[in-house]
T-cell receptor, first 112, second 117 residues
Framework: SQQGEEDPQALSIQEGENATMNCSYK?????LQWYRQNSGRGLVHLIL?????REKHSGRLRVTLDTSKKSSSLLITASRAADTASYFC????????????FGSGTRLQVQP | EPEVTQTPSHQVTQMGQEVILRCVPI?????FYWYRQILGQKVEFLVS????????KSEIFDDQFSVERPDGSNFTLKIRSTKLEDSAMYFC???????????????FGEGSWLTVV
């Protein structure tokens, strides 16, 4: 698989449920960022987790990072219909470069 | 909250024509980027720009592409002779300079849809 692959590709849940999206990557990273994209719109930054961090919280979002497994997860608790969007992970390399490598994204549908 | 703004939001152009996409990064940011997203595909890095020069570029960013910071606020992407396969959403982004070695948040604009016909 390529750098920054999300799984599942699509997820449909009911409002109020939790949504968990996973991201795997292959190379060493210095940070991992999660973004949200509504259909045809821009990328909204959600959260950044650094390679020396294991977990971060922001509101209803919880992100974990396991560098030994080269994986991250994004948990959205108590989901709302407005959370319907595509969610992407993007990795920042540890080479001093700044270019992010994006995954294919998870399309989340929250049913009201 | 400060944001990256892009113009135009949508442009249709004839194959072979030149296109300039414009961006106003967040005002105190020092790193600027262009990414693109072909419909249904991943977001791909094109180029990063710092201190008035290109700092990184991808294989996609060939001689048909150029970037410029013509003044203190704008950052442009020029495609010299557009091809059908250049049709995509082009995102401008910016980030602050940080002393932290572990990267910093990159903020994206709403994108410019380019359709080449």
């Amino acid at each position: 698989s390529q750098q920054g692959e999300e799984d599942p590709q699509a997820l449909s849940i009911q409002e109020g449920e939790n949504a968990t999206m996973n991201c795997s990557y292959k190379t060493s990273i210095n940070n991992l960022q999660w973004y949200r994209q509504n259909s045809g719109r821009g990328l909204v930054h959600l959260i950044l987790i650094r390679s020396n961090e294991r977990e971060k919280h922001s509101g209803r979002l919880r992100v974990t990072l396991d560098t030994s497994k080269k994986s991250s997860s994004l948990l959205i608790t108590a989901s709302r219909a407005a959370d319907t969007a595509s969610y992407f992970c993007a990795t920042g390399p540890d080479t001093g470069r700044r270019a992010l490598t994006f995954g294919s994204g998870t399309r989340l549908q929250v049913q009201p | 909250e400060p944001e990256v703004t892009q113009t135009p939001s949508h442009q249709v152009t004839q194959m072979g024509q030149e296109v300039i996409l414009r961006c106003v990064p967040i005002s105190n940011h020092l790193y600027f980027y262009w990414y693109r997203q072909i419909l249904g595909q991943k977001v791909e890095f094109l180029v990063s720009f710092y201190n008035n020069e290109i700092s990184e570029k991808s294989e996609i960013f060939d001689d048909q592409f150029s970037v410029e910071r013509p003044d203190g606020s704008n950052f442009t992407l020029k495609i010299r002779s557009t091809k059908l396969e250049d049709s995509a959403m082009y995102f401008c982004a910016s980030s602050d300079r940080t002393s932290m070695p572990s990267g910093n948040t990159i903020y994206f604009g709403e994108g410019s849809w380019l359709t080449v016909v």
